[in-house]
């Protein structure tokens, strides 16, 4: 055991919790109306927790073990065989317990789950949400997972790059969210009435979390204290603030006028762009990676969205699906050694390697799609709606579905 590897791992776990708790939290409760705010906390609070009971019963070995090229094995249900407490001694996964890593896992998949709230936020049914999260995860990011990562995983195997989730995490989510958003249809006067951010300042707070928490999200994914996390970190500073410059420059060139709406969604897509490539590009890359994902997102959430018509509340696709493929494809790109990364050795090499990233990308869109469709009927069904009614959200699901409200007279 390296312990400057295990303490490194150690805190980028409490990073990625910290994006969630209160992170992504508050980025999310500051986007929403007033009346809304504690409902999406909640949603956020629950699925997390959720997502770690069912990853130590059944998620992580089904993940991260030998079986098919979709699935894992049972051989570490409920953490089995991890550890003797007895004897004293601890199962490896490389320089650290393996029930770190699987700790650190274990943080992955409960953010990826919470991200699918904004998709239907302001209108979904609590319980419903639980059980959607239950079957969505089961079918869709515990497969993506072993896929990807897993021994003996399809795109792994195939050579599919992901450095720390740009497919098992922002792509598979997005897509969950957009499945959503035309599931539950549109929120009682989209269109019509004003539906802006009820507290920016939450929304940057939370945004600023985020970035921070990434750090264990991206450069924790070398899964040791080495040279790779060091690029991995620095690449997630240089990508993030390219994103926020993109992000910014497009939507003062269109609208006439920059924001912090755009500043703190153009770091948000500058993290999801350089997920997938964070420890396989140079730095020169990543700014370029974060360039084109600020920008790209932009369309995601203006024309994009209006083309495809759904109200994804806080534009999870707009961002993580769109940031997602464009961070996905040119981790193809940059991760050639001609332009500065650390693998491929020729600039011919690259159109086979964006193929492969390129299906990878598919297979995600395709098999989250379908489990998320899955996964909000039978909620539906199960629950009594995915959907509160009309009146209660008009009141408010704080008030409605919670009984309480975050701001008095």
Request: proline share 3%; hydrophobic share 55%; with cysteine.
């Amino acid at each position: 055991m390296d312990k400057a590897d295990l303490a490194w791992v150690s805190i980028s776990t409490v990073l990625v919790l910290f994006m969630v708790m209160p992170g992504l939290a508050l980025f999310y409760g500051g986007l929403v109306r007033s009346k809304n705010v504690l409902s999406v906390l909640v949603q956020v609070t629950s699925i997390f927790a959720l997502v770690l009971v069912v990853w130590f019963v059944y998620g992580y070995t089904l993940s991260f073990t030998d079986g098919s090229a979709v699935l894992g094995g049972f051989s570490r249900t409920l953490f089995r065989g991890m550890l003797d407490l007895g004897a004293g001694t601890y199962n490896m996964s490389g320089s650290i317990p393996e029930l770190s890593f699987a700790t650190f896992q274990a943080t992955f998949a409960g953010i990826t789950c919470a991200l699918i709230v904004g998709g239907f936020a302001e209108r979904a049914r609590y319980g419903a949400v639980l059980v959607f999260t239950l079957i969505w995860m089961t079918l869709s990011y515990i497969p993506i997972a072993h896929m990807v990562w897993g021994p003996g995983g399809f795109l792994l195997e195939r050579g599919a790059l992901d450095f720390a989730g740009g497919t098992v995490v922002h792509i598979n989510s997005g897509v969950a969210a957009l499945v959503g958003a035309y599931y539950l249809g549109k929120r009682v006067g989209y269109g019509r009435e004003s539906m802006q951010p009820h507290n920016l300042p939450m929304a940057m707070i939370g945004a600023s979390l985020l970035w921070v928490g990434w750090f264990g999200f991206n450069a924790g994914s070398a899964l040791a204290a080495d040279e790779t996390a060091v690029l991995a970190l620095f690449n997630t500073v240089i990508a993030t603030a390219g994103g926020i410059l993109s992000w910014i420059a497009v939507e003062w060139a269109i609208k006439g006028k920059p924001s912090l709406l755009g500043a703190v969604s153009g770091a948000v897509a500058g993290l999801v762009g350089i997920t997938p490539a964070a420890g396989l590009v140079g730095p020169g890359g990543a700014l370029i990676i974060g360039l084109a994902t600020g920008a790209a997102c932009v369309w995601g959430v203006n024309g994009l969205k209006r083309m495809l018509g759904a109200d994804d509340a806080l534009d999870v696709f707009g961002i993580h699906g769109v940031g997602g493929i464009v961070g996905a494809l040119l981790t193809g790109v940059f991760n050639a050694k001609p332009l500065g990364g650390p693998g491929l050795d020729s600039l011919g090499d690259i159109p086979w390697q964006v193929w492969l990233q390129l299906e990878g990308v598919l297979i995600t869109i395709a098999w989250s799609a379908i489990a998320a469709l899955i996964a909000y009927f039978v909620a539906d069904k199960l629950c009594g709606g995915m959907r509160v009614n009309a009146d209660q959200e008009r009141e408010g699901l704080d008030i409605s579905a919670h009984g309480e409200t975050a701001y008095h007279p």
